[in-house]
């Protein structure tokens, strides 16, 4: 039985001559909440568009749990595989309901004749609700999603991922623009969430990635810098030069 | 069918070529710029015909009828003016509230381009007229025996040439150029930087527009001309930035040439209806490989 | 646009249907016939308008060469038409044929002319919309697409006058199923078939819209990449409904035929299929009401102008793109379901303030001194 969930093997992104990531070896095992971070430009989320299949690398592979190579495949095929993404700017469907945006990632494999026929059965309504309750959300199943907050909308966007049950949660800067009460509850819903999958999130925000991180990679230039706990690539030498000492476009956290 | 017939059809397929460049070049800019595509863009083609037409006629009322090769020549830059004019107020009452809105582009300057056709129609008649060319473009050059090489064909080549250069040497050579290269690749920064975006706009699509009155100089030059002359033009023109990308000169010129020199081969080899339609269907098989089209900009935004 | 709406009972929800089918139904007592054949022709555009409403009110894709579809269709029903008039159509015989070609002499039968009118349109959308879709081109740059496909058509059915007629199209049509065209009583009879297929094409779409299909679309048309990562194959779902889009013009375009006699290349090119789009907007994108009801109307002005002033046509078509694009983005139908409201809102608000400027000094709230 494989350990790892998601393998990136001697990957390169090229775009137009811009090497995004370069020869990436990068891996995250079963049932992990990983931690990626780097400075702006570093490839975090390209790293992220190789997984999913929105960009296709110059060469290496990407295995996906028992081998499986996943990089020819086309988005909606990774996904149904059991890769799940949340993005940056937060993607949700603006003219449907809260309830009917998680319902539409829900009935994902019903395809054209299905969602002309099938309806929702009882235990499928079931889980929409306990995913919106899981994230808070309860009280506006009917709302507009477009009515919802910058924070809300995350959230939203979350329960649309976990709904369909992934194996692998991609998740791209959680907290950006929240407050900090919502940064607390979008901690403990990653961390609620990482119990049943692996978990791999792109942050800048250092303050959340100490507080829910257990291991971590830095990216930096579109290699792999640094990788372990947060206290040991806090104290490595290298990471302190490119984030604090070069003055890099990147952040000044740690 | 020999040698000659190919290469004349190739020949005339450049002139054509040089015609869609002219038009899609304008068509690109904008559209890379403000994310507005502009359906009257065709009709801009038909103000700069008309433009020749206009002065030729006036001309020969003043000085008779020896003066086509002079006015031919004024017509050229009255017609980048003129269009431009045309283009810098359109872009001051409809244009800019389109911006990034292409839908919405597509429909309401259809309206414009339905008003400005049927406004020719009121004033110069709803038939074709004909412009006499230049004394001087008559004839042409022998390449080989048995193909003739039209002057007119060759002055439009050099006239697009010309123009091509030009711009060239705008965007990349000057400052307002640059000024236009960074606002259609970040505009917000740009604007940050303190270029006058709303400026930029306006300026760019009036040199956008002012070349498609060249282009219509040049379409003067090989047949009669009336209000639907346009759109002769701004479907193979749109295909031109369609297979091109936007924001690409070299991705235009490519565009073109294909456009261009395809369909008059392909007619040579079928006939004229399914000639386009060849050319559509390779055009569709392209874009299945290629779907941004043949060089451009690599976003990585979502949507 | 498409909201979520709370559910209400079926009946409830189609009075209104019901009520303008019966209007529509009793037209005929009230109509001249030539009024009556007009607005035939305007429901026939009525069906083509909720075709296009479904895929860009709903799906977000903009077709401008739809009557491409319109005029397959209506082909297909000019050639069973023809052939039932005459063995030979006139315009081989003028272009030196001496023989029925191979492909045209199925349309000789019924049973296969009548269904082709809804396949052939949809088997040419499906296979436009598959490379096209899977290749990922959308936005301006299908809408772009569809108008060359359109030129395309349009200078291939000029160009084949042996077998399409030309210029001119099928003209000289006498009867239909043994009813003369020209009798009062089939125009009838073919205006109660026409309000028929407008009812179950309204039925259909509202269907359609109304499932989860309905939310897909919506989907599609909000987020297509964001759908793509949920597990959707969003070309699938847009090939399909371009296909029944078609599917819906090719109907319009076979009752079209009979009722107006003529099927020519000038009403599938560019212009036609631009004011088909115009016509879905003026009365409202995402509402099919909306379709139908900006269908009769922009066909009925058309018509007027026409008639009345047909220098004048062009301009206010030019004007209507305009306004309704700038000004009213919603069309009639938006503007009555949520608009007005807006509008009202605006109204009162700007009321308010006018009222606390004038009553106090220097023109400040009050509160604040």
């Known amino acids: ?234 104290n490595d030498p290298t990471v302190i030069e490119v984030y604090l000492g070069r003055g890099e476009k990147g952040e000044r956290e740690c | 069918m020999g040698i000659e017939t190919l290469l004349s059809q190739i020949f005339n397929g450049l002139s054509l070529s040089s015609v869609l460049l002219l038009v899609g070049l304008g068509l690109s800019i904008t559209f890379g710029i403000m994310g507005v595509i502009n359906f009257a863009h065709g009709e801009f083609l038909m103000v700069g015909a008309y433009v020749v037409y206009v002065l030729q006629t006036l001309f020969n009322k003043l000085y008779g009828h020896g003066a086509s090769g002079v006015s031919f020549l004024i017509s050229i830059p009255l017609s980048f003016f003129v269009a431009a004019l045309l283009g810098f107020s359109l872009e001051k009452v409809l244009i800019r509230f389109l911006y990034g809105r292409p839908y919405e582009g597509i429909l309401a300057t259809w309206g414009c381009s339905l008003i400005l056709q049927q406004a020719a129609r009121n004033i110069f008649g709803a038939n074709n007229v004909d412009v006499t060319s230049p004394k001087w473009l008559a004839g042409g050059v022998e390449a080989m025996p048995g193909l003739q090489l039209p002057y007119n064909r060759l002055f439009i080549l050099a006239l697009t040439t010309l123009c091509v250069v030009g711009i060239y040497l705008y ?46 100089c040049a379409v003067s030059l090989l047949g009669s001309i009336g209000p639907s002359t346009g759109q002769n033009y701004i479907i193979d023109a749109f295909m031109v930035v369609v297979l091109g990308g936007t924001g690409r000169l070299a991705g235009t010129i490519a565009g073109a040439l294909v456009m261009g020199v395809l369909n008059p081969v392909f007619e040579l080899i079928s006939t004229s209806s399914m000639g386009k339609v060849i050319l559509f269907i390779l055009v569709i098989l392209f874009l299945q490989g290629k779907p941004q089209g043949l060089f451009s900009l690599k976003t990585r935004a979502l949507d | 646009m498409m909201d979520a709406k709370p559910a209400k009972s079926a009946i409830f929800r189609f009075k209104w249907f019901a009520l303008v089918m ?86 000789y039968h019924a049973w296969f002319a009548l269904p082709m ?93 109304h499932t989860q299909l309905g939310k897909v679309l919506v989907a599609i048309r909000d987020g297509e990449n964001r759908l793509r990562f949920l597990g959707y194959n969003p070309a699938l779902f847009k090939v399909l409904v371009f296909a029944i889009s078609a599917g819906l013009a090719g109907l319009a375009g076979a009752l079209f035929v009979p009722q107006v006699g003529i099927i020519s290349p000038s009403m599938m090119g560019i212009l036609p299929s631009v004011e088909m789009a115009i016509w879905v907007a003026v009365g409202g994108r995402g509402t099919l009401k909306g379709a139908v009801i900006g269908a009769v109307l922009v066909s009925a002005a058309k018509s007027y102008f026409s008639e009345n002033f047909p220098e004048l046509w062009l301009y206010f078509l030019g004007v209507l793109f305009i306004s309704f694009v700038l000004l009213f983005p919603q069309g009639i139908m938006g503007f009555w379901q949520k608009g007005r409201f807006e509008w009202a809102t605006f109204i009162l608000r700007w009321r308010e303030k006018r009222f606390a400027r004038s009553s106090s000094p220097n023109g400040l709230p009050r509160k604040c001194h």
């Not at chain 3, 082909?75 to 315009?91: I, N, R, S, V």
């Open chain 2, 171 to 216: 965007l990349y050579r000057t400052a307002q150029g640059r000024r236009m290269r960074a606002v259609m690749q970040n505009r917000d920064m740009s604007a940050c930087l303190g270029i006058r975006t709303r400026k930029v706009d306006t300026f760019t699509f009036a040199l956008g527009s002012g070349l498609a009155g060249i282009a219509g």
């Open chain 3, 117 to 209: 009118t809804l396949l052939i349109p949809m088997l040419f959308a499906l296979l436009i919309g598959f490379p096209t879709f899977r290749a990922r081109i959308k936005g301006v740059y299908f809408s772009i697409l569809t108008q060359a496909l359109a030129l395309i058509f349009v200078t291939l059915f000029i160009g084949q006058q042996p077998y399409t007629g030309g210029t001119n199209g099928i003209t000289n049509l006498q009867n239909i199923f043994g009813f003369s065209l020209a009798e009062p009583a089939t125009m009838r009879g073919l205006y109660a078939v026409t309000v028929l297929m407008l009812g179950i094409a309204y039925l259909l779409c509202h269907w359609l819209t």
């Open chain 3, 22 to 107: 019966l209007l529509l139904t009793l037209a005929p007592f009230f109509l001249s016939d030539f009024r009556l054949n007009l607005f035939g022709k305007f429901l026939t555009f009525a069906i083509v308008a909720l075709g296009i409403d479904l895929i860009w009110g709903y799906a977000g894709i903009l077709s401008l060469g739809h009557g491409v579809y319109f005029g397959l269709g209506a082909y297909c029903m000019g050639a069973y038409l023809k052939l039932q008039a005459e063995d030979l159509p006139d315009f081989m015989g003028w272009s030196g044929l001496t023989e029925l070609p191979r492909f045209w002499k199925p349309f």
């Open chain 1, 1 to 234: 039985m494989a350990v790892t969930i998601i393998y990136l093997e001697d990957v390169t992104v090229d775009f137009n001559g811009f090497k995004a990531l370069h020869g990436v070896n990068f891996f995250v095992d079963y049932g992990e909440l990983r931690v990626l971070i780097g400075p702006n430009g570093a490839g975090k989320t390209t790293l992220l568009d190789v997984i999913c299949g929105w960009v296709k690398p110059e060469s290496g592979r990407v295995l996906y749990g028992e081998g499986k190579d996943i990089q020819r495949l086309t988005e909606h095929k990774i996904a149904r595989l059991g890769i799940s993404r949340k993005f940056q700017t937060p993607s949700v469907f603006v003219n449907l309901t809260l309830f009917e945006n998680i319902e539409l990632s829900l009935r994902r494999g019903e395809g054209f004749w299905g969602t002309l026929s099938s309806s929702l059965n009882g235990e499928d309504r079931d889980r929409i609700f306990s995913v919106l309750k899981m994230i808070g959300l309860a009280d506006k199943a009917s709302e507009r999603a477009g009515s919802l907050s910058h924070g809300e909308k995350q959230w939203l966007e979350l329960g649309m991922n976990i709904v369909v049950q992934p194996s692998l949660l991609l998740v791209d800067e959680p907290v950006a623009g929240m407050t900090g009460r919502e940064r607390e509850k979008t901690g403990e819903l990653l961390q609620a969430i990482a119990k049943d999958r692996s978990v791999l999130i792109v942050e800048h925000d250092m303050e959340f990635v100490r507080q829910i991180a257990k291991k971590v990679t830095v990216l930096h230039e579109g290699t792999v810098l640094c990788e372990g706990s947060m206290e040991r690539i806090q």
